[in-house]
């Protein structure tokens, strides 16, 4: 049985195959150092043609990507596997890899849609950490470079709520405000790429 996967009608479901194990490896190692860093956005708010695509594969479910993919290569696979054998002892013979994988692709593509709706009723609730810069507002940063002056922007550290840390640009909020190397900051606006900030020193004395 394992010999047949070497063999050129099995193919693709032997790289299918180690794919799969090589995500799980991934996955593994994630979770170890407790945290994924991978995630999906496949922007496309507002497209519902899109979305009603996603859903129907699947991935509407809120499982994470590489889960849903992992399930997709293994029911690939094993649809792939059920095919030859089942063709080797109907027609003595395995079908050409390339007419196997078709097949195997849209019946495992059915089932996954299943398979990844099981995985996330069971799966516990999945939250991101991935934020946007706008999340950023009202946290500190320390400047790590230069020094931030009105219109000397300087590079400054956040570190969000789930420990993940954000390089940005940062100018004091007041003209007057200068904030040194190693100083913390009050993250307050926004505008582009640069972020203002009211000093730490005078947070608590001056209005935004």
């Avoid at 009723?121 to 002056?149: C, F, N």
């Avoid at 004091?172 to 190693?182: L, N, S, Y």
């Amino acid at each position: 049985m394992f010999a047949a996967f070497l063999t050129s009608a099995y193919v693709p479901f032997s790289i299918a195959f180690v794919v799969m194990i090589g995500i799980g490896l991934i996955e593994a190692v994630g979770l170890g150092l407790g945290e994924v860093g991978v995630d999906a956005d496949l922007g496309l708010d507002g497209h519902h043609g899109a979305g009603g695509v996603l859903d129907w594969l699947g991935l509407g479910a809120g499982l994470p990507i590489l889960i849903w993919l992992t399930a997709l290569l293994g029911c690939f696979t094993i649809v792939g596997v059920a095919v030859q054998q089942a063709s080797t002892a109907l027609l003595g013979g395995p079908l050409h890899a390339l007419v196997a994988a078709s097949i195997a692709l849209v019946v495992g593509g059915f089932i996954n849609v299943f398979a990844a709706r099981g995985l996330a009723r069971i799966m516990p609730g999945y939250e991101s950490t991935i934020i946007s810069q706008d999340d950023l507002m009202r946290q500190r940063g320390t400047i790590l470079e230069g020094v931030a002056k009105r219109g000397q922007p300087a590079r400054a550290k956040i570190v969000d709520q789930h420990g993940q840390a954000h390089y940005v640009m940062v100018e004091p909020h007041h003209d007057t405000d200068v904030i040194a190397q190693g100083e913390t900051a009050l993250l307050v606006r926004k505008a582009g790429g640069i972020f203002y900030v009211l000093p730490d020193a005078s947070t608590a004395l001056r209005p935004i």
